[in-house]
């Protein structure tokens, strides 16, 4: 059983999950890469006889050994440590997972999601990645998933699982009000806390002014 699977609730289940860009991979492992093409080429020119003999030619070997068997060692972590890390969109929630030994899990609401601010590069776009920073009025919590793979399929799933949500609270016998009453889904204090979030992702450049205004004219259409 997955890690993430432990942590679902009776009912709970997952819609999406994720890892970051093969590129973290990459940048994680890249001094393993780097000891391996060290130690084969090393071994190389031992082989070819183009290194002394004698106790320097067996100190370079066991070099060679080193660094063979450490960027291995090095690329495997990279690769736990990245398989481990896990975004997942539930019925309920968006989860982050990491760890190999110790495993830690953060978690925000559907309900307690005000927004979601996907930011790409020239090259996120190209390869598929981005960031995606999760606004809650909260300051628990997720804040900014980085490099993420799929981003704009992950906040499509996100945000199609808060609206499902969202219905089913809505319904007879589950809000607790008539059929098409629905509650507020956020308070006056959760709205104003997220535009003051908005309002510096606008002046850090992450959003345009009329991306702000957008936003912040739909979060108090929800009051």
Known sequence: MAYIDSLLATGERIVRRERQHWFVLLGRARWGLVAIVLGFVLGTLQL???????????????????????????????????????????????????????????????????????????????????DLEILTASEAGIERLRMLADATGFKRAMLDAKHALERALARPGEAGGPAGDAPPLVSADEVMATVARLAELRDRGAISPAEFEARKAELLDRL
């Open 48 to 130: 070819a006889g183009s290194l002394p003999a004698g106790s320097l030619g067996d100190a370079l070997g066991i070099v060679t050994l080193v660094l063979l068997g450490g960027g291995a060692l090095r690329i495997l972590w990279s690769y736990l440590v990245w398989r481990n890390h896990e975004f997942v969109v539930t019925t309920r929630r968006v989860v982050v997972t990491d760890g190999v030994v110790s495993r830690r899990a953060t978690d925000s609401s559907l309900e307690k999601i005000n927004d979601a601010v996907l930011s790409q590069s020239l090259a996120g776009r190209i390869f598929g990645f981005g």
